[in-house]
């Protein structure tokens, strides 16, 4: 291996709920410490984003998918250039990419595993248009290896929370919700809890035509249908013992359409349900899976569910009063950008050949390199 330097990398992100492309210049060092430069929210073009949630649906072709993989690789490399053209070249781009589809169930057809997942953003098309070699395709190497492919942050909550010497649990919410639990007693281990935002939006969408809660005064505005809630709560997914991941695929429209059948009258009373149920269901997992095992000191929230005061207030009501509730931000890390800093250091050690997946996390049968190189 070559001796560790400190690099500059541009890494991206576009998650489940697909509001934008998140890209950050970051620092990454030896120690890997990261420190984000400058981040962006670089916006989808209108139609784009419009075909990327046909894709989601399953109401696409392949060519739609054969396109949209180019298209999106060409929206990624504009959002990195961006930052190109005040900071300069970086060493190399770390991509995750747009996940469209994600299936780490245990599934064959004549015998053959069919576990898989695919994001799209062509890292051939992100170098041509940057000039600069990417590094893309992390969750595959994960799922050849038994895994779930996901949750892939464990790993730099892992490097950044564990010198804190106390009983953490890193809860991400974004489109999907997902935790870090660490520990100085226990191993490091991780999964996703249930939906983060992707409900409270597609129902914002569906009853107000706006695409989030904006601090969450919609929810504050609503009671909460416990008899619904109640309902919700039952979903298999939930009692399902770690490791285990989901996605819009599970929570996708037509669930979600399913589950409004039932719903209140009042919209925001519906908008006051769903964002207390991503609440309710973190906790929930947490008495399941984490509880068993130890007890927390702290709960660390990021993501942008970090940003709903409706959505915290919730998750302060549902977890015990001796936890402490803080978020990112306390630590000096984005909450708006701690997945692109992630991503970073996970294309940090791509780079070097470091293995950077956490098999207690994954369930993958041992630690493997993520991600594929595509020089310029």
Request: a neutral charge.
């Amino acid at each position: 291996m070559d001796e560790l330097k400190s690099k500059k990398i541009i890494a991206l992100m576009s998650g489940t709920s697909c509001d934008s492309i998140d890209a950050g210049l970051c620092i990454v060092e030896p120690d890997m410490s990261c420190r984000l430069v400058q981040g962006i929210n670089f916006q989808y073009p209108e139609h784009i984003r419009a075909k990327i949630f046909r894709l989601f649906s399953g109401d696409a072709t392949v060519k739609d998918v054969c396109q949209m993989n180019f298209a999106v690789g060409k929206c990624f490399a504009d959002a990195c250039n961006v930052l190109i053209s005040e900071h300069g070249k970086p060493d190399f781009i770390a991509s995750h990419g747009q996940t469209i589809f994600h299936s780490p169930k245990k599934e064959k057809l004549d015998g053959i595993q069919l576990r898989s997942t695919l994001q799209i953003g062509e890292s051939s098309v992100i170098a041509a248009e940057t000039g600069c070699p990417v590094i893309s395709n992390f969750r595959e190497a994960d799922i050849a290896n038994g895994g779930e492919g996901a949750p892939l942050v464990c790993f730099a909550d892992e490097k950044w929370f564990k010198k804190l010497k106390k009983n953490v649990a890193i809860q991400n919410i974004g489109g999907i919700s997902n935790v870090t639990v660490i520990s100085n007693s226990h191993k490091t281990y991780g999964f996703d809890t249930g939906p983060g935002n992707v409900i409270i939006d597609y129902c914002m969408v569906k009853l107000f035509g706006r695409t989030f809660d904006m601090d969450g005064e919609t929810a504050n505005s609503g009671k909460i249908c416990d008899s619904w809630m109640d309902c919700l709560l039952q979903d298999e997914y939930y009692f399902k013992n770690p490791p285990k991941t989901t996605g819009r695929e599970y929570f996708s429209p037509m669930y979600i359409d399913t589950a409004l059948r039932f719903a209140p009258k009042e919209p925001e009373d519906v908008i006051a349900t769903v964002t207390a149920l991503t609440a309710k269901t973190i906790a929930q997992a947490y008495e399941r899976f984490i509880y068993p095992k130890l007890d927390l000191d702290e709960v660390i929230v990021g993501g942008g569910g970090a940003y709903n005061p409706a959505l915290m207030k919730f998750l302060r009501h549902y977890l015990p009063k001796h936890i402490n509730i803080k978020t990112h931000e306390d630590y000096g890390i984005s909450n708006n950008f701690k997945e692109v800093m992630a991503f970073a250091l996970l294309g940090y050690c791509t780079y070097y050949g470091i293995p950077n997946n956490l098999p207690e996390c994954t369930g993958a049968k041992k630690r493997v390199i993520l991600g594929k190189i595509t020089n310029i």
